[in-house]
């Protein structure tokens, strides 16, 4: 299994983007703040423990227990890399930091050939392929606005933050290209995964934006962008000519099928020809064959079934205009912001018609059977999925030609105990729903929630989405200011802000002019008079979704 660098990035950054601020710095890249800077690589170390112990059976299988360890993953790598006739071990003591020796390290220099070639080694390329030399994902058309906007779209404050000089941005541009050409994989990996936190990618949240980027992604050369690779192998141009003679072969092969299959034809034609002629002679002399009583007995059926035919289809075309009469939920119809109007070209606008999903228990519900809310979701995210609703929601179908569905799903702000199901809705209501609907409170907000609740309210593009959660989140550190004295409330997912604010936090943590905000203790915000007890829950991990990817492998 093998994991686009340059994707996984874009996936982090995409996370890590809302917790970046302009005021303040940021030194590494993969530390947070207040964290120290010698821990950058707990959280690596911690989740490598965690697969290892989980997949233990299979790892003793090829390395014994007492030798699992972080460090192996870059001896690992070299193995793999030497593996390879290609690769020289020079650049592989110089990639991994080894040393060659006293007079070898004088002597024997880093040579960029061997050093790129090696990269293409350790980025899983196949060095004994015609792909080898394939280039990395990039645009066909740097200069073209929509890259700009989903450049901010996905590292807004990233770009803000380190400014433009920064030598990050031509780092984040690829990391984009990258995203956007492996959209699919990243899909079907959401997909297996109802509750995968990489559902909130921003990306994902505009259809338009990232089907038009696709158009102008591509690994193949682009002239006054990127011609040439480096770092190819020897006999990549040979595999390429074997490939190319492999093709004509197949083409040739496929030739002299085709040639086979139309002179069986050709006979059988001939066959047909003095068939009908025979009977045509026999007809001419009042002789009744076989041919021509099955003949009059096809045309008299034909005419039967077209007439029953008739009478279903406008029997049918009834029905159906009754239920679409009567039907209670009328399907409501969004027409999302497109994010390009302002270049020539003309991109299709996509439309999302919200339904209701029949689950196994019969009933019908605005969500489809087996969906679930994001993990570890921030509140920018959740506040899309909140106005927007989930809708490039898919569901992979399967079987030989793995067909994808879409089933979109409604702004969360229309959701109802009476429309999600009871496991799905004590989920939301408990984590989403309190802070997300105290943010709507908001006197800036009142007009979009009067508009979505009356189905008049169309896709908010990311820019008006911005300043109506910056609104929300004033009134929301207005109302509980005891929140702004914690320096990590910008880091907090959704569920962690819900349980921040509820009656009893508030009645804890707040100020007093939080408290005299709080309103009337009733028997469901009561404090209980004696401790519960809890049963805790195994925590799903990122683990689990490595053991899905490696299942799939």
């Known amino acids: 299994m093998y994991i686009c660098l340059y994707t996984a990035l874009a996936v982090y950054f995409c996370v890590m983007n809302t917790i970046w601020v302009a005021s303040e710095s940021v030194d590494f890249i993969f530390i947070r703040n207040g964290s120290k800077k010698g821990s950058a690589s707990s959280n690596y170390c911690d989740y490598v423990r965690k697969w290892a112990d989980r997949c233990k059976d299979k790892i003793s299988l090829f390395i014994r227990p007492d030798h699992t360890n972080v460090h192996g993953v870059r001896k690992g790598s070299a193995t793999e890399a030497t593996s390879s006739p290609e690769t020289s071990l020079p650049s592989v003591f110089h990639r991994g930091e080894w040393s060659l020796g006293v007079v070898l390290d004088v002597y024997w220099k880093f040579a960029q050939k061997g050093d790129q070639l090696l990269g293409r080694i350790l980025a899983g390329l196949d060095p004994d392929s015609s ?41 984040l541009l690829r990391c984009l290209a990258s995203l956007v050409h492996h959209e699919g994989s990243l899909r079907r990996i959401i997909n297996k995964i109802p509750q995968h936190p990489w559902k909130c990618l921003p990306i994902f949240c505009d259809e338009v934006l990232i089907n038009y980027l696709k158009t102008i992604v591509t690994t193949k050369p682009t002239p006054g962008i990127l011609v040439k690779s480096t770092g190819s192998a020897r006999h990549t141009k040979i595999m390429k000519a074997v490939d190319e003679i492999l093709d004509i072969v197949k083409e040739d092969k496929k030739e002299r099928a085709q040639l086979r299959e139309e002179r069986k034809l050709l006979l059988e034609d001939v066959k047909k020809v003095v068939k009908n002629a025979i009977e045509e002679k026999a007809m001419q002399n009042g002789h009744l064959t076989y041919e021509s009583f099955a003949k009059i007995i096809n045309e008299r059926e034909q005419k039967l079934v077209g007439s029953i035919q008739f009478t279903m289809d406008a029997a049918v075309q009834k029905m159906e205009e009754a239920m679409r009469k009567s039907k209670s939920t009328a399907a409501r119809i969004m027409q999302p912001h497109n994010p390009g109007s302002e270049t020539d070209e003309s991109i299709e606008t996509v439309q999302v018609t919200y339904q209701n999903y029949c689950h196994d228990d019969g009933h019908s519900y605005y969500v489809p059977n087996q969906y679930d809310l994001p993990q570890k979701t921030r509140m920018l995210p959740a506040f899309r999925l909140w106005i927007n609703g989930d809708a490039m929601n898919e569901k992979t179908i399967t079987n030989r030609s793995a067909a994808i569905i879409k089933e979109p799903v409604r702004p969360f702000l229309l959701w109802n105990k009476d429309q999600i199901p009871k496991r799905l809705w004590n989920k939301f209501k408990s984590g989403w729903l309190k802070v997300l609907s105290t943010m709507m409170e908001a006197e800036g907000l009142n007009a979009v929630k009067m508009a979505i609740l009356n189905g008049e309210q169309s896709h908010v593009d990311e820019r008006e989405m911005n300043l109506l959660f910056d609104e929300g989140m004033k009134y929301l550190l207005a109302r509980h200011e005891f929140i702004a004295k914690n320096k990590t409330f910008l880091q907090w997912t959704v569920t962690t802000w819900s349980h921040k604010i509820n009656y009893i936090s508030v009645l804890k943590n707040g100020t007093e002019a939080d408290k005299m905000r709080l309103g009337e203790e009733t028997r469901w915000n009561r404090k209980h008079i004696s401790r519960r007890t809890v049963k805790k829950r195994k925590r799903q991990d990122m683990t689990s979704i490595t053991d899905a990817i490696l299942r799939e492998e």
């Open 131 to 171: 792909t080898f030399d394939v280039l990395p994902p990039h645009f066909t058309k740097p200069d073209d606005p929509r890259i700009n906007v989903a450049m901010e779209l996905c590292f807004g404050n990233i770009l803000g933050m380190l400014g433009n000089d920064s030598f990050m941005h031509p780092i």
